[in-house]
Nanobody, 119 residues
Framework: QVQLVESGGGLVQTGGSLILSCAAS????????MGWYRQAPGKQRELVAA???????MYADSVKGRFTISRDNAKNTVSLQMNMLKPEDTAVYYC?????????????WGQGTQVTVSS
């Protein structure tokens, strides 16, 4: 019903920056929250940042002050500006979305994009 396509992953040095983008299509009228999760090898998937349709945002403590989530409802896109990247940020990053009535974006998922931060 909703398709999410991510772009922007890649290899970056410690302290560098990267921007992830996600475009939603399909039954976009039903989307409420959108956001980003990540999963590193051997670790659980964790919520990195999320944004409601109304503009409320939340961030994992580990990325506060470094990452910024941006939402464009008209374009049905969400992006993640990542600054001051650290090796521990290395993970597969997933765009996700929820529908009306759901607080967290975890009903629909993108394919994932690899972010690697080298020392």
């Amino acid at each position: 019903q909703v398709q999410l396509v991510e772009s922007g992953g890649g290899l970056v040095q410690t302290g560098g920056s990267l921007i992830l983008s996600c475009a939603a299509s399909g039954s976009i009228f039903s989307i409420n929250a959108m956001g980003w999760y990540r999963q590193a090898p051997g670790k659980q998937r964790e919520l990195v940042a999320a944004s409601s349709r109304g503009g409320r945002t939340m961030y994992a403590d580990s990325v506060k002050g470094r990452f910024t989530i941006s939402r464009d409802n008209a374009k049905n896109t969400v992006s993640l500006q990542m600054n001051m990247l650290k090796p521990e940020d290395t993970a597969v990053y997933y765009c996700a979305a929820g529908i009306n009535g759901e607080l967290l974006p975890r009903r629909y998922w993108g394919q994932g994009t690899q972010v690697t931060v080298s020392s």
